[in-house]
């Protein structure tokens, strides 16, 4: 949480000697408040201060990178306990889990397959974030050959899984660059992993085995020895646990600004649980309460999608639906004299229609406009899906090239716009289709004609 | 450094108590808590959610043969559906009248007191019943059923905005609870709860139905009204503080992830294990919110829903 002008002008000297460029303190206050000026600019704010504003000003949860370059997973930054107050903002990283015990080979295989798995939702392509790699041998180099030979196969990030710090550092040594995180750093091994993970710049997870006391004065010791990109592990495992001591550390965090705990949380649903399905379901939980890095023990294409489909629900910002990307989209293999309909880019909008069309065995076009995620009746009142729109679109996507007809299906809620249509597009003939989705098959055995 | 003290968030109000059931029927109680969903280190969790399972009062078509197959010949006959769905751990029955829907059959309300009767002669779990979704259809089926199921107490729903004053009224004079349907928004949720107590409906007989949208399918406002309206009931807002319904089932299920077996892209996976996923991942996410019952369909989503319902009682 952001401090108010009024807030900071309280550690200002009130001086108001103008050396900042600014008239009055209150003014420059005012500006830091806004982040339109920094506080280096005055020369005379105290050291004690200055130390103060720093920390009122650092975001509650930190926000931590676990790899480099684009694949990087970011989590943390988060500001509210419910999605509605504002937004949750990073998406929690979906990590698989392998493990060195199975040998380079068949690890470093694992990761490939699972670094290729893809699938396309609302117009976007979704996958798993990262590969965490366990030193279940115990042996440091069977651990680094293993790390280097699944690096070899995957640019995902990857989290390295050793108490021993021999094992980190010598699967750093290899990885290092790729800024993979340390995991984790314990009550025995933490001054061995402060030296590693400030030596190779990586963030550090660290895990307590004893409650949020011991998780406190180990984040406090890493952080005060200069290593902050730090995930938490509370040592809780399962459903009631981890939904309890999440919930707590999320309030600390954000409503305490107890700074030990303002840190990504990685999670392991897969420990503790019966079976695979109950690790899906606890990873469910994970993402909708609290997860920052959620490592899973098993992939199965099926599940992961689910996740990946409820991320996306859960962190869609309550202010921005969720969208489709607009577009000409292909419902049931269109010939080119299958029937052209026009929809807003509200991604419910879109599944209902195209639900509605494929229900019905329509093979069809669906040109899909850019509403700015707004719904047929509320994008036309606001202005954002007229003749204007549905005719640069039908232009833009080339609908003509690939339909061989010219006729037009626009949804009945903006029946007045087909007069405009009309003009905008000359070429087409403009067919007002049913107000509901539900009708659009009806309404297409009754008017068209292929 | 000094010890983590743990916030408590200790909240003015609570989450009503509506039981169904009772007598010669097992009882349920929905709600009770004055905390956040499984939160009970800082207040009291009475109640866990109850599951039930949906069946319908007529075959169904166009369903998932993941679900087909899951329940076999039952599905042609609901006292047998309602009796295997209890083998299968249901703690209630949730009776959908398919075929009152005009264009499903059009059957009236001899029929529907005929199927209630046989589902409540088949299992002493306890019942909710709901119409087709067409008002005037609506009334009629279910005065008769709410007749049928007197001295039952069962749930009886929708009642609607729009149309709720003929099931209101047939539940305040058989003792039933009145469910109250809403289109994923808090105002017209506590609109219409004041609308059924201002007419009678006593406050510990209202359930209250959000709506829900499936995983991928507006999910995310089902959680978000589910929050908004624990947090206002939580704070002390009366006219909220009705226990919430979920169909969690009949909602995953539609959708074509739950359904479609052939020509998906590979990354959708096994059908096998999506459609129950899909269940499974919905109804979490609503409990997690705040819902005191889902219904669901699949015995083996139900299965696992129960054991992580026991789990986040804190129970092992």
Known sequence: ???????????????????????????????????QAELSACKYVSEESKKALEAASKPPIRLVAVGAGDKKIEVGNETVMFR????????????????????????????????????????????????????????????????AAVSAKTTLPLVLMATNPDSISSALEKVAKAKPAIYAATKENIDKMIELAKKYACPM???????LNELAELTDKAAKAGVEDLILDP???????????????????????????????ISFPGEGVASPDEEAILAGQHIAKYGGIIVLDHFSPAFVYGLLTLRLNVYTDPQKPIQMKPGLYQILEPKPTSPLCVTTNFSLTYFSIAGELEAAGWPSWLLVCDTEGLSVLTAWSAGKFDADKIAKTVKGQNAAEKVSHRNVVIPGGVAVLRGELEEALPDWKIMVGPREAMAVGGFLKEHWKS | MPGVEIPIEKWTGKIKEVKLGGGKRKEIVLGGENTLPFLSFEGSVPHPPTVAIEIQDKEPAGWSPILLSAWGDAVKDPATWAKKAAEYGAEAISLRLVSAHPEMGDTGADVAKKTVDKVLSAVDLPLIVIGPGVAEKDNAVLVAVSEAAKGQRIAIGNCEEKNYRTVAA????????????????????KQLNILLTDIGVPADSVIMDLDTGALGYGLEYA??????????????????????????????????????????????????????IWEELTALTVLNAGSNIVTMMHPKSVERIKATIHKLMGKK
């Open chain 1, 1 to 35: 949480m952001a401090l108010t002008g009024i807030q900071i002008y309280k550690f200002l000297p009130k001086t108001n000697c103008k050396e900042c460029g600014q008239p009055t303190c209150l003014a420059f206050a005012m500006k830091l408040a806004a982040s």
């Open chain 1, 84 to 147: 509605h107050e504002k937004t949750f903002f990073h998406r929690p990283g979906l990590v698989i889990r392998v493990k060195d015990s199975a040998g380079p080979e068949k690890a470093a295989k694992t990761a490939e397959e699972v670094g290729q798995y893809k699938v396309d939702r609302v117009g976007m392509t979704f996958g798993i974030d990262g590969i965490a790699i366990q030193n279940d041998s115990g042996n440091a180099a069977t651990f680094a050959q293993c790390v």
């Open chain 1, 205 to 211: 997870a660290v895990r307590s085995s004893d409650g």
């Open chain 1, 235 to 265: 040592g809780v495992r399962g459903f009631g646990d981890t939904l309890v001591t999440f919930t707590q550390m999320r309030r600390l965090a954000l409503n305490k600004r107890f700074e030990p705990v303002g840190y990504p949380l």
């Open chain 2, 170 to 189: 047939v539940c305040i004079s058989d003792g039933h609870a009145a469910i109250a349907k809403s289109p994923l928004d808090i105002n017209l949720a």
């Open chain 2, 223 to 276: 959680l978000s009204i589910r929050e908004r309206v624990r947090l206002a009931a939580l704070g002390g807002d009366a006219m909220v503080s009705m226990p919430v319904l979920s169909h969690a089932g009949a909602e995953a299920w539609r959708q074509k992830e739950a359904k479609a077996s052939q020509g998906m892209p590979p990354g959708w996976g096994s059908v096998e294990e999506r459609g129950i």
